[in-house]
């Protein structure tokens, strides 16, 4: 039998979503992340739920989305042991299901999610 190697160790878990912000729209959807995102995600970080978040921004326009949204959790695990919980977290600190569909559907005027995907970080050896 060969042996296998492990060049890594598994870190935590990030979630990467992918936005396009509409062009001239740049400034309302910042606005938007300075304040309810900002304050919600805080309050996901501060419960336990999330480890952190980033956002970044690339430097041009061009491509398929300009700004990536990354929340880092302790495991898959913990995602799913916590959604129920982190979903009534939201639910006070941005509002109910209505406050928040409502929310996606005003953001989808000058924002597009192009996609989300989950990645596990690797810390090489």
Do not use: C
């Not at 978040?53 to 959790?73: F, P, V």
Request: net charge neutral; charged share 20%; no cysteine.
């Amino acid at each position: 039998m060969g042996q296998v190697h492990t060049y890594f160790n598994p870190g935590t878990v990030w979630t990467v979503t992918m936005i396009q912000m509409t062009s001239g729209m740049d400034q309302m959807y910042l606005q938007y992340l300075d304040t309810s995102f900002k304050k919600s995600e805080d309050a996901q970080v501060k419960a336990g739920f999330q480890k952190s978040y980033k956002i970044l921004r690339t430097l041009d326009d061009s491509g398929t989305w300009n700004l990536l949204i990354l929340r880092e959790y302790a495991s898959l695990a913990s995602i799913e042991a916590n959604v129920e919980k982190a979903d009534a977290l939201s639910q006070q600190s941005v509002g109910n299901d209505e406050a928040q569909m409502q929310g996606y559907q005003d953001r989808s005027k000058y924002r597009a999610v192009v996609g989300t995907k989950y990645a596990r970080e690797l810390i090489l050896k």
